[in-house]
């Protein structure tokens, strides 16, 4: 609003070339705020863990699924932990899959009640809130436990989402090595993406249940390179 107010002075003051520029300039820093996932514009992120050691946060985004238990084996087979971002409606209606992850010791986020994939960014302060906090009593009641962190329905946040998590006591990840394999269900391609950002305390972006059908496979590739390369998954509680 603030933005806004100072646009129209600008406007009133030096006219409309000035205005309208300022205007411009306005839109587009919300945009990039939006479509950024790591932009702390509208509160803050975690992009990275805070270490020097050679271990990482596996994240696994949009279970539970078919997917869930397979992946939990691979994960314990690598002596490997991670944390689920689940959607609390896909959880409700399995909830035996999301006490699975916490009986073995894997963490549990918030990934929205409903993941309402193509308008989570445009979602107004009432609906954004409602989507947040119907997801945080749905995972409690599901799994016993309340999140602590939460990531945003294709990382896309807006000005209504850190209201929210303050109110819940939720902070929101965000990711810094990514292999695109909700869309690409090649391993060696995905693994070799993730590799060129994988970084002491970098945050990998997963994904269960993609439409290629292999995100399973795709895991397994990354935990053999991970330890190939002398890194293992930790969860940030563990720092």
Same mark, same amino acid.
């Given at each position: 609003?603030?933005?806004?107010v100072a646009?129209?002075g600008?406007?009133?003051r030096?006219?409309?070339?000035?205005g309208?520029?300022?205007?411009?300039?306005?839109?587009?820093?919300?945009?990039?705020?939006?479509l950024?996932?790591?932009?702390?514009?509208?509160g803050?992120?975690?992009?990275?863990?805070p270490t020097?050691?050679?271990?990482v946060?596996l994240?696994?985004?949009?279970?539970?699924?078919?997917?869930?238990?397979?992946?939990?084996?691979?994960?314990? #087979?690598?002596?490997?932990?991670?944390?689920?971002?689940?959607?609390?409606e896909?959880?409700?209606?399995?909830?035996?899959?999301?006490?699975?992850?916490?009986?073995?010791?894997h963490g549990? +986020?918030?990934?929205?009640?409903?993941?309402?994939?193509a308008w989570?960014?445009?979602?107004?302060?009432?609906r954004m !809130?409602?989507?947040?906090?119907?997801?945080?009593?749905?995972?409690?009641? !599901?799994?016993?436990?309340?999140?602590?962190?939460?990531? !945003?329905?294709v990382?896309?946040?807006?000005?209504?989402v850190?209201?929210?998590?303050?109110?819940?006591?939720?902070a929101?990840?965000?990711?810094? !090595?990514?292999?695109?394999?909700?869309?690409?269900?090649?391993?060696a391609?995905?693994?070799?993406?993730? #590799?060129r950002?994988?970084?002491p305390?970098?945050?990998?972006?997963?994904?269960?249940?993609? +439409?290629?059908?292999?995100?399973?496979?795709?895991?397994?590739?990354?935990? #053999?390179?991970?330890?190939?390369?002398?890194y293992?998954?930790?969860?940030? #509680?563990?720092?």
């Open positions: 609003m603030l933005l806004h646009v129209a600008s406007w009133w030096f006219g409309w070339p000035v309208l520029a300022s205007l411009v300039a306005v839109h587009l820093l919300f945009v990039w705020g939006t950024r996932p790591q932009s702390r514009l509208f803050p992120v975690l992009v990275r863990l020097r050691e050679p271990v946060w994240t696994v985004d949009d279970g539970p699924s078919d997917d869930t238990m397979a992946m939990l084996d691979l994960l314990d #087979e690598h002596g490997a932990r991670a944390t689920f971002f689940v959607v609390a896909r959880a409700a209606a399995r909830p035996e899959l999301v006490r699975e992850i916490v009986r073995r010791g549990l +986020g918030n990934h929205s009640t409903s993941h309402p994939s989570f960014w445009a979602l107004g302060p009432r !809130a409602a989507e947040i906090a119907n997801a945080q009593r749905l995972l409690q009641a !599901a799994s016993g436990v309340s999140p602590h962190w939460f990531r !945003a329905v990382g896309m946040a807006n000005p209504f850190a209201a929210s998590l303050k109110r819940l006591g939720l929101r990840v965000a990711w810094s !090595a990514r292999g695109f394999d909700a869309v690409d269900g090649d391993p391609r995905v693994v070799a993406r993730i #590799e950002d994988l970084a305390g970098a945050i990998v972006l997963l994904h269960e249940s993609a +439409g290629h059908g292999r995100s399973v496979e795709i895991l397994q590739a990354l935990l #053999e390179r991970m330890g190939a390369l002398g293992r998954s930790v969860l940030p #509680e563990d720092l």
